[in-house]
């Protein structure tokens, strides 16, 4: 059997998200109960295996018949699960949402995969919800919204309280809105071709939990262009400089200068990010070969196709190229022939999006230009446009939708560095941290206000997800450490808040119902000191006013009516 419990996500990388200048569809998938990564819950029955009622394995992966997983609260009893939150497990549509039969309450989710994937879509199948769905057929949920919760016996098909999940592919030969029976052997379903298009759903779930963003536009939305110093490639090859719009970015010299400029449109792309990277295809070389590369950030706007003082608009000339300043502190390696050249942009594409700096790209400078050269493809490129310039993505994974981010920390470190960060707690709340770096090994270690050591987490695998529930107030210690990184001013990012309480929850469980009302009745007349979220109207006492309150906020149909709290008072 499957249990998460880890604190650090492991994320697969391969595949990739290709958009123009709006969000795409998917960005990854988190776990559809204990969000973001199924922590207390147990899978009792996994995907092609048998067990017993109790959970006792009869016949393991992958000779069982189970086509799906069985999720139940870890350490809970038979019907703990109860009312408790399903979520999608990633954005998408919304294909079916209905009731039928022993599989009582479900929904039916379609999620659009990226360009490179293995399927066109998959289809998640939430089994067993209660009455309460919260979507419907045709809307859009995103990755981590609430769809509906565990549903009793009298919902969910006359079965044990637990979520039945599955996942098919596009392959799946069936019908996409098809139920099944769950299993391979049973006697009601005719399963003519076999078990093709059903996934593993924890084991896709693993190796897709957070998709790069891959931005890569041609010809009519690109902006990236060389000029040079002297020779202006105009048709009559006369003088001052200019440059070519063509399918090359030219960088390098002949004793002259030759710069490649380049921006993208960042409209509607993460605003914070452990990962961004520039990445150019070296098409050829010449000369005495390659050479080493400096980075600006351009300062000002610039766009030879609207202005400028040439005599046309089909280069930048060299006397109209914008200001610009040295942005990475050291030259850049030179790139291969044939192979991608990376440049992480990480720390000032996070200043573009935070708006300390207005997004003007970027400009290359060689830093040899005697017969030296780098030539890339641009986005002009016809012949493969794969191998046009790319900006590549690494989407903030996200801390639960019900936090209150109050730290967003983006900076650098060097190796073997420790930095400091402080939080303050202002009540006893649950705190959430979310350490995230592009790769390699880092740590965080936590302190309580008093000083005293409260946990430390470390990983190769990003990122590190810490959550402290009751945490004391005061002022927290977050130490970051550079286990192993490859380089110095390595980018990273550091995430904090605390738990969003919604009025009326008592217990916790994003849900207000009866079990808030009992929680309520145990406090009821006593001074708001005793139970602070009882106390709904804030006037220092637990009273009949607070009751009917709670009565207005009961998002279950089985919560008592004011008459009865009165009484009960």
Known sequence: MKTVKALCLSFFLSIILLVGNSFAIVDGFDYPVGIPNGQGWDVCQDFLESVTVACVQITPPPNGTHLGEDWNIEDGGSDADIGEPVYAIANGIIIKSSKSGSWGNYVMIQHNLPQGSSYEYVVSFYAHLGDDRQVSQDDTVERGQLIGTVGDRTENGNWSPHLHLELRTDQFPYGDTYLGCGYTDSVNCNYAYGIVGWLDPSNFIDLNRNLPIILQPGPSESKDIWTTSVYSYAPDGSFPGGGKDDEWLVMGGWGDLYYILIEFDLTGLPLLTSSAKIELFAGKSKGYGNTNVYLDRITEFWDWRTQGTGRDRERLWWADRPSATQWASRDLPAPTVGQWYSIDITSLYNAWQDGTYPNYGVQLRPV??????????????????????????????????????????????????????????????????????????????????????????????????????????????????????????YPFVLVAGVEEIIPGDLDGDEDIDRDDINIFLTYRNQPASACPECDIDGDGTITALDARKIVLLCTRPRCATVSELIYLE
């Open 368 to 489: 040899l230009s005697w017969s030296r050269w780098n030539e890339f493809y641009s986005s002009d490129y016809m012949d493969d446009p794969s191998l046009r310039p790319k900006l590549v993505i690494k989407p903030e994974p996200q801390l639960p939708e019900d936090t209150n981010i109050t730290l967003q920390i983006s900076e650098t470190i060097n190796q073997s560095e420790a930095k400091i960060y402080l939080y303050d707690n202002v009540a006893l709340d649950t705190i959430r941290a979310l350490l995230d770096w592009g790769g390699s090994e880092m740590k965080i270690a936590v302190y309580k206000p008093d000083g005293s050591f409260y946990g430390e987490y470390q990983s190769t695998q990003p990122p590190l997800f810490v959550e402290i529930p009751n945490a004391e107030v005061g002022q927290w210690v977050f130490e970051v450490t550079a286990i192993d990184v490859p380089y110095n001013n």
